[in-house]
């Protein structure tokens, strides 16, 4: 058994996850733009009515990169293409096992402040009680990872968990993420909005 480990970055925490699970057998990677969310974007309700449409608009990958588990378990970030300013990599939630079928690992992206860990911590342990699990700080909010894989019925329950006490995710997090049939979690950085790559600073086991 792979165990996480204090200070591992979000690439390093995946392929903790994949190494636990010999029959995972395809993961992809995503390049897309990063920018001012829709909600800090337009911060009041007339604001956002008066901009409606462009709240259902759903971000198109720039890259795809689907990688065979071998090659993921040899990656470096350093190896990824260099990409434009204001644009990183991120990673995808759904994986292809050897039977074919696909699975979820359990991420999330949470947006609470630092002082809020403590709260978010209480959440995960009534929905991620089965397994264990890494909290990244991302710079500005959290990111966490499940050492699991999730059936698709599974994944939308953890997905509904966590929307449901409307404090811990944005909503549009989840409303991206049902859409595209997968959620993601940023592995690089760039320049202006998402400075820092995230790393592990608490391992829960609950």
């Known amino acids: 058994m792979h165990n996480f480990k204090i200070g591992q970055n979000s690439l390093a925490v995946y392929k903790t ?4 699970h010999p029959k ?3 993961i992809k990677l995503i390049a897309h733009k ?11 309700n007339d ?11 759903h971000q198109k990958p720039i890259y795809i990169k689907v ?20 644009t990183v990599w991120s990673i995808s939630s759904k994986v292809i096992c050897t039977n074919g079928k696909q699975y979820y690992i359990p991420m999330m992206n949470f947006h609470q402040n630092k002082k809020n ?7 995960m342990k009534i929905v991620c009680k089965k397994y264990k699990g890494a909290i990244l700080d991302s710079g500005r909010y959290f990111h966490y990872y499940g ?23 944005n909503p549009r997090y989840i409303g991206h993420s049902i859409y595209r049939g997968y ?24």
């Open 47 to 57: 604001e956002k009515m008066k901009r409606i449409k462009s709240a259902m608009l």
């Open 147 to 169: 050492d699991a894989l999730l059936t698709e019925k599974e994944w939308l329950k953890f997905l509904s968990d966590f929307l449901m006490p409307c404090i811990f995710v």
């Open 24 to 26: 995972i057998e395809f």
């Open 17 to 20: 996850i994949v190494q636990n």
């Open 183 to 206: 959620c993601t979690l940023r592995l690089t950085s760039d320049r202006k909005y998402k400075t820092t790559i995230p790393k592990v600073i608490e391992i829960v086991n609950f």
């Open 67 to 86: 990688l065979k588990r071998e090659q993921f378990l040899k990656l470096e970030l350093s190896e990824l293409k260099k990409l434009k300013s204001n």
């Open 117 to 123: 860990i403590s709260d978010i911590k209480v959440l």
């Open 34 to 44: 990063v920018s001012i969310n829709w909600r800090q974007l337009y911060t009041n």
